[in-house]
């Protein structure tokens, strides 16, 4: 990483009692204050305990006093004027951590996304915050939580009569989903806050929140008219499948302006149909036909990916383009010898697509921008929730302040992310009350360490009952390290770490 000037992240101090920071990137800034008589480890951070309120107060007069003895703040350093790199964000549609070249499968190969990967930052402990297409872009889209941003489920709920192949005609249907779509003309979406720094930017592929420019994008493929087939991308869903000239056109057409590319190809979604020479590539002896399908098409997607970064690299823009790569959420192909529940009909198996597993939840994210970001593959936990502030911060532009995410690209530059754990949640396809995601809450989780709590919720499922088996009532805790497929739940034999994480997820997120 460059790192022009050292700029100073932190200012603080410490004397016989007190030892605080103060982190003041963010805004409003991070603090650390701790009492090293009751605590000499600094293991408590007592910045929001109200008892210490006055030593606080004190110590943070002290440490303006000081720094403003030095020369004020900054006084001799000069921050550069941050660059304006491209961003290019591709979006994995249904594809589970495993199935990369780079993460260790043995059969599917994605060589030109394992050269993301070995020539950016690689967070192998990537997680989307919940494993459902819309409301998983959602997130990318605004930095948001589902329940912060609303769009937590597919649909809204239909009443039974409605239900067929086209309910999406249902004039209710259509209203519901409308009053869901003005959420996002609210938000200060990424490509809006790329437009306040001078950019250009281009939707292609996955969108189901009506036209691109509802969510701010300048440019886009997605009408999202329901009249001509409006729902989740529309025209958009070309993209990837039937090649990436309307990408290249829009490049072209930039001219001088920085651009942001929102990629979010129908791949390797189903319908699972690779081109014939994939599908042969993969086919093998004993080998189910669902599942070479599905290996071919997450070979198509890592083709669709060379293609894009040929061009940048023959146009001579890929030194100066951040490229960010995540899936929206994972898939495990379902096949005749998969062990399933009674009525199971959808072609993923459990424990992976709109469950709360690590095969719907978790994703590797590469960070590419060979300018800046040096080669590495980190362990530190990452979520989606951070892809907007991280590209929000490579570029310059503001970020708003009630963002849940981190900057990613402090891990990069070797500096500690300041958040020991992250949170998912899962809710109904079918968003129950559009005002209350309360109401199709069906999981949250947290992750600290190598540890991961699952707890259950009672929120109404509709037409995806069968995908949400309430089996479980008792919380389930996995050791992500020692058992990475979740196989074992040893809540039972670690009862602190249930509670701790326990209460993590409730002051995270306190329900009503
Ligand atoms: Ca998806």
Not at 238 to 253: S, V
């Amino acid at each position: 990483m460059h790192y022009a000037g050292q700029i100073p992240k932190w200012e603080g101090l410490r004397d016989e009692r007190y030892v605080y920071a103060r982190y003041f990137e963010q805004s409003p800034p991070f603090e650390f204050f701790h009492d090293l008589e009751t605590d000499p480890m600094q293991l408590v951070n007592l910045a929001g305990d109200p008892r210490y309120r006055t030593a606080l107060d004190r110590a943070r007069r002290r440490t303006n006093t000081l720094r403003d003895s030095y020369g004020g703040p900054f006084a001799v350093y000069k921050k550069p004027e941050p660059r304006k790199p491209n961003v290019v964000l591709i979006i994995s549609d249904d594809q589970a951590w495993t199935d990369f070249g780079f993460m260790g499968h043995p059969v599917i190969e994605t060589p030109h996304i394992d050269a993301l990967a070995r020539d950016g930052a690689a967070f192998t402990r990537g997680y989307v915050p919940t494993a459902l297409c819309r409301a998983s872009l959602a997130t990318l889209a605004t930095g948001l939580y589902p329940h912060q941003h609303g769009l937590t489920g597919n649909d809204p709920t239909i009443a039974l009569e409605m239900q067929g192949p086209t309910y999406w005609n249902d004039p209710r249907y259509r209203e519901l989903n409308a009053q869901l779509i003005a959420n996002i003309d609210k938000m200060p979406t990424l490509p809006r806050l790329l437009a306040d720094r001078g950019y250009v930017s281009f939707q292609s592929g996955k969108w189901w929140e009506g036209s691109y420019a509802r969510g701010g994008f300048t440019d886009g493929m997605s009408h999202g008219d329901p009249d001509r087939g409006g729902r989740h991308g529309d025209d958009g869903l070309a993209i990837g499948r039937e090649g990436l000239q309307p990408i290249f056109d829009f490049i072209e057409g930039a001219g001088d302006n920085p651009f942001f590319v929102w990629y979010a190809p129908f791949l390797p979604h189903t319908p699972h149909t690779p081109p014939d020479r994939l599908l042969q590539k993969y086919q093998s002896e004993g080998r189910a036909v669902e599942l070479t399908r599905y290996y071919a098409m997450c070979e198509w997607l890592d083709e669709t990916v060379g293609e894009l970064m040929t061009y940048l690299e023959q146009n001579g823009l890929d030194d100066d383009t951040l490229v960010v790569f995540v899936s929206d959420n994972g898939w495990i192909q379902k096949t005749p010898q998969t062990a399933t529940p009674p009525d199971w009909f959808t072609s993923f198996a459990p424990r992976s697509k709109q469950s709360p597993y690590d095969g719907g939840t978790r994703t590797p994210i590469i960070l590419r921008w060979p300018s800046v970001i040096a080669p590495a593959r980190y362990e530190t936990l990452a979520s989606t929730i951070d892809i907007v502030p991280t590209i929000l911060h490579a570029t310059g532009a503001s970020v708003p302040t009630d963002l849940p995410g981190v900057n990613l690209m402090k891990a990069v530059e070797g500096r500690t992310i300041p958040r020991a754990a992250i949170f998912g949640e899962g809710f109904a396809h079918d968003i129950a009350d559009i005002n209350d995601p309360a109401k199709s809450l069906l999981y949250r989780w947290c992750i600290q360490g190598q540890w991961k709590l699952i707890l259950t919720y009672d929120g109404a499922v509709h037409r995806y009952a069968m995908v949400h088996p309430r089996a479980h009532r008792s919380p389930e805790l996995y050791d992500l390290i020692a058992d990475p497929h979740e196989t074992t739940n040893v809540a039972a034999e670690h009862p602190e770490i249930q509670a701790w994480l326990s209460e993590r997820i409730s002051r995270w997120w306190p329900l009503r």
